[in-house]
């Protein structure tokens, strides 16, 4: 049975959120949640709402209150592992991106938020499995692509720097280059024509 009270509120939050009034949105969607508590799609919304202020810590825990009510959610657990990686809270992010991919390993965005939180503590070679995953995902995606080659660099695996980098090079030569001088591997400029 549908619950009108918290469909009305909601539908006043969407209007408030279209109109940019953001604090007007998130009192809409909080009457809205107390109108049916246990409604996931409105604390999505609250964290997603509380993610465009800033407001990390927040965000974070309306999206954990969603993901008790439905822990199979993987585009949830995502934006989970977003707002803690903005909110600095590493390891809690990693988790979440984890959760994300091992309920949909074809989410790109998962696969590259967890790259680049392992390199960023210096685990290289969990990093360049993650954004090799994000680049089989997103093969037109530069900044995957260069996370990649600087992770192989980090790992001293050549090869493969240079197999990304040829690869980059077909359809991001402004990214390919900014590698290539980042890992002093002018070996693998183009030539000129």
Known sequence: MMNFDRVRHGLRGMLFNTLGQRERAIAAYLDSHRADPAHAATL???????????????????????????PHDAHAWFNLGYVRDKGGM????????????GLNPDNDRAWYGL????????????AAAALTEAGRL??????????????WQHCNQ???????????????????????????????????D
Request: glycine share 8%.
């Open 44 to 70: 999505r919304t609250l964290g997603w709402l509380e993610a465009q202020q800033e407001r990390w810590t927040a965000a974070e825990a309306w999206f954990v209150r969603a993901l008790e009510i439905e």
């Open 90 to 101: 590493d390891d809690a992010a990693i988790a979440a991106f984890q959760r994300a991919t």
């Open 158 to 192: 050549p090869d493969k720097v240079a197999a990304v980098i040829e690869h980059t090079l077909t359809h991001d030569p402004q990214t390919a280059q900014r590698l290539i001088r980042d890992t002093g591997r002018g070996d693998c400029a183009q030539p000129a």
């Open 138 to 151: 997103q093969p037109m995606n530069g900044l995957a692509w260069y996370a990649l080659g600087m992770a």
């Open 115 to 126: 790259g680049m939180l392992h390199a960023r503590h210096g685990r290289h070679a969990d």
